[in-house]
């Protein structure tokens, strides 16, 4: 496996919102010390006077940073901002600067990334295409992956991610459920350091299909794939009822959840822990790892925005590109 760079690239995000306050709260902590910011420094400087907190900006190629301190590699804004007002033009400066850590990943230069939150809608308003992050890195990647949203109690993979409900049951396919469910065993094998997975898969009608009643997407799809890679050594459990499947006793027997749709399982996870919770892109040749959260540019440099999605994804993404870098690609199942 080629050798990566275990430093992994920090993007606040939105400048208005608060990515980079949280960014701050970040940096006084000891997740600060494989962390380079690819950002505006200004912008930083303004979120640490903000909220009343000390940052100091260092070179990125400091040997170390210390609680207090952040690596930097400076991409000015197109123009200044203030926190809670929304300007297209510095879009471009933000994608801009999603797509350089993402280079910078694939080219090692970087084991991978910790994001903050973007704002979709002034992307699309400055005349990009931007549906999320996780499908613009996958694109640059021009591989496939798997949203998962992960607490401490719960892992939720999505067969399907953004999509109106009425184009679900078309975008479920034996071929792309077959690929979804091997990049979340990978993702657990490498990323998780889970020596042998269980994976529970949901079905997608109500009781999940009752023998064909209520569907016909379990038996047509969803359990020939399971029995097929089940032939190839995978714990595969299901289809499972939706509504019964993140009862505790259940949950006990899985390591992760495979939900066919978004609304299927992010409503569970997010109750169980939204605040502990943390979004993971699983199949990028890098780690990604991102708050759960929005913008909420209503509270942005005010000091009342939580950090604690941010810390855990700093962490997260820390031990991942630990366990990636002692994993071996052999161990997977061919």
Do not use: W
């Not at 301190?69 to 400076?74: F, G, I, P, V």
């Not at 898969?201 to 109500?206: D, I, Q, W």
């Amino acid at each position: 496996m080629r050798e990566q760079n275990s430093r992994l690239a920090l993007l606040p995000g939105e400048p208005s919102g608060v990515g980079p306050e949280l960014c701050v709260r970040l940096a006084q902590t000891d997740a600060t010390a494989n962390l380079v910011a690819i950002c505006d420094g200004e912008l930083l400087l303004q979120a640490a006077t903000a909220i009343e907190l000390p940052l100091e900006l260092i070179d990125e190629q400091a040997a170390e940073a210390h609680p207090g301190q952040l690596r930097l590699r400076h991409r000015p804004r197109a123009v200044t901002s203030n926190f809670g007002e929304l300007d297209v033009r510095n879009a471009a400066y933000v994608h801009s600067c999603i797509v350089e850590a993402a280079q910078a990943s694939r080219a090692g230069q970087f084991a991978g990334l910790v994001t903050g939150p973007v704002h979709k809608g002034v992307l699309n308003d400055a005349g990009f295409d931007f549906t999320g992050m996780t499908e613009l890195l996958a694109a640059d990647a021009d591989c496939p992956v798997v949203m998962m949203l992960a607490n401490d109690s719960l892992r939720v993979a999505l067969a399907t991610t953004h999509l109106p409900l009425r184009a679900v049951p078309d975008a479920i396919t034996r071929e792309g459920l077959a690929e979804t469910i091997e990049i979340v065993h990978a993702a657990l094998l490498s990323d998780f350091g889970i020596a042998a997975p269980r994976i529970a898969v949901l079905g997608l009608n109500p009781h999940a299909g009752e023998a064909g009643h209520l569907g016909r997407e379990e038996i047509d799809v969803i359990e020939p794939v399971m029995q097929r890679l089940r032939s190839r050594g995978m714990s595969l459990i299901g289809p499972l009822p939706a509504d019964t499947a993140f009862l505790p006793q259940k949950l006990a027997g899985f390591d992760a959840v495979l939900a066919m749709y978004h609304d299927q399982g992010l409503p569970v996870l997010k109750h169980s822990g939204f605040d502990r919770a943390v979004n993971i892109t699983l199949g990028l040749p890098y780690v990604r790892v991102a708050v759960d959260h929005g913008t909420a540019l209503d509270m942005a440099g005010k000091g009342l925005a939580d950090a604690s999605s941010l810390i855990l994804a700093a962490r997260t993404a820390t031990e991942f590109a630990q366990r990636r870098a002692r994993f071996a690609p052999q161990n997977l199942l061919a």
